[in-house]
């Protein structure tokens, strides 16, 4: 029997098909014939050989090539800081102000005063300072390397105490006791996991040279559990002459108590306890970009800011521009809560959530039966963990495609929808969903139903 593999066309023949010939027309040849390559050795390593359509494959893979890989998303998980998906979507005025600097030159590290050199350090710094009544401020690439600047800064290569119960896995397998060890600091380790008390610190003290607390921003510890409060750790700190290093994680710089989230602590609190850092992620609860952001004393911001590190984490010119622009907001703090996507969505109320689902539910095709349930949203993105988010969402009966069928066309169509799948149904919370796209929503359940 021969092997229909043996009659594969060549990358030349297929290339003067003409449906194929065209689609150099529309994309780079070069990519055009990768894409013919790929098709034939795909079908060169298949058992059923050639497909039923070379052109309708080669389309399909050049289409894959071309693609961006990076594309915008419509969240409607109800997961306000979704890691997957970007965490915090920026405000108008910060992608306004990415766009002005990334289509121009910039005053990155240029005084227009002097017309001197300057230096990429001090943006952001005096807002920062002020808004969290920091002495200094700084602004690297993430908080993860935030804190290895800060350790290599002012603990490296000496002991750096921690609680047993805060050596912690952040996203994507990262763990503190990893990153404590790439900084040349020697971790400590005191307490146990359940319970550390302030003598477990004070009895590890001789031979430290700083107290690091980590904020277990991630998960919850309950029931027979204990652990010293910082303003505690900060005064046993400076009674010892050591410096005090707080690593609070989500960057809360609004009141969220009016809405029930009010377990996570505020930069303003951490620097009010005479913390000589404060570390915090800028794509969080702040509702910036991707940044670590370091906050705390002149001499102790100074010695992370002449690090040789502090070179290789620095922040772009992007990410210091919404950085910026997301930092004035909060200077009026009412127009904050407003204008801050990651801030809107957490302080929605319970009526505003009904009247948004039941608008995305007019705009969901009749085929799919919309209906609004009572339901949950999370805060995400390692913040506020126990908190409960009511939500009112729009649930979907997906009919023969099921939940995962649908859920797979909408995740692959244009735009792309990320929704939830539970009890058989598709879930869309509006929480997370600008109202202007409802309408793409509609077009994009529509798009899938329609799809053979």
């Given at each position: ?372 349930e009572a339901g949950e949203s999370a805060v995400g993105g390692g913040a506020f963990p126990g908190a409960v988010l009511p939500t009112t969402v729009v649930s979907l009966d997906p009919g023969p495609l099921g939940a995962d069928g649908l859920a797979l066309r909408l995740r692959v169509g244009q735009p792309a929808l990320i929704g939830r799948v539970a009890d058989g149904r598709l879930l869309l919370d509006p929480r997370t969903l600008p109202v202007d ?16």
């Amino acid at each position: 029997m021969t092997d229909p593999r043996r009659a594969l066309p060549s990358v030349a023949r297929l290339l003067r098909e003409p449906a194929i010939a065209a689609l150099s027309e529309a994309a780079p040849p070069n990519v055009v014939v990768a894409a013919v390559r790929e098709a034939i050795d795909a079908a060169r390593k298949s058992r059923s050989g050639a497909p039923a359509d070379w052109a309708a494959d080669v389309q399909e893979r050049l289409r894959r090539r071309t693609t961006p890989s990076l594309q915008p998303v419509l969240n409607a998980t109800g997961v306000v800081l979704h890691t997957n998906l970007g965490r915090a979507p920026l405000a108008e005025a910060a992608a306004a102000a990415v766009q002005a600097v990334a289509q121009s030159y910039s005053t990155v590290e240029f005084d227009l005063g002097s017309g001197a050199r300057g230096h990429r350090a001090d943006h952001c710094r005096t807002l920062l300072a002020e808004l969290s009544g920091a002495q200094d401020a700084l602004v690297v690439n993430n908080a993860a390397g935030a804190l290895v600047l800060a350790l290599n800064a002012m603990a490296a290569p000496g002991q750096v105490l921690i609680s047993r119960g805060e050596l912690i896995e952040i996203g994507g397998s990262f763990r503190i006791p990893e990153i404590m060890e790439k900084s040349g600091a020697d971790l400590h380790e005191v307490g146990t996991t359940n319970r550390t008390h302030l003598d477990d610190y004070r009895e590890g003290i001789e031979g430290a040279v700083a107290i690091l607390t980590v904020h277990r921003s991630n998960f919850e510890q309950r029931g027979f559990v204990s652990t010293p409060e910082a303003a505690e750790l900060a005064r046993l700190a400076h009674q010892a002459s050591l410096p005090y290093i707080y690593d609070i994680g989500s960057g809360l710089l609004a009141d969220l108590s009016p809405w029930g989230l009010d377990s996570e602590p505020t930069v303003q609190s951490a620097v009010a306890l005479r913390a000589d850092l404060v570390i915090f992620s800028g794509d969080k609860l702040l509702g910036g970009p991707q940044a670590g952001c370091l906050v705390g004393t002149r001499v102790a911001i100074q010695r992370c800011r002449q690090n040789p590190f502090a070179r290789a984490l620095r922040a772009d010119k992007l990410t210091l521009a919404a950085m910026e622009a997301t930092l004035a907001l909060y200077r009026e703090p009412e127009r904050a809560l407003r204008e801050i996507p990651v801030l809107a969505m957490l302080t929605l109320s319970a009526e505003e959530l009904v009247k948004r689902a039941r608008a995305l539910a007019a705009k969901c095709p009749e085929a799919l039966h919309p209906r609004l349930e009572a339901g949950e949203s999370a805060v995400g993105g390692g913040a506020f963990p126990g908190a409960v988010l009511p939500t009112t969402v729009v649930s979907l009966d997906p009919g023969p495609l099921g939940a995962d069928g649908l859920a797979l066309r909408l995740r692959v169509g244009q735009p792309a929808l990320i929704g939830r799948v539970a009890d058989g149904r598709l879930l869309l919370d509006p929480r997370t969903l600008p109202v202007d796209a409802y309408g793409d929503v509609g077009l994009a359940l529509g798009r899938a139903l329609e799809e053979p």
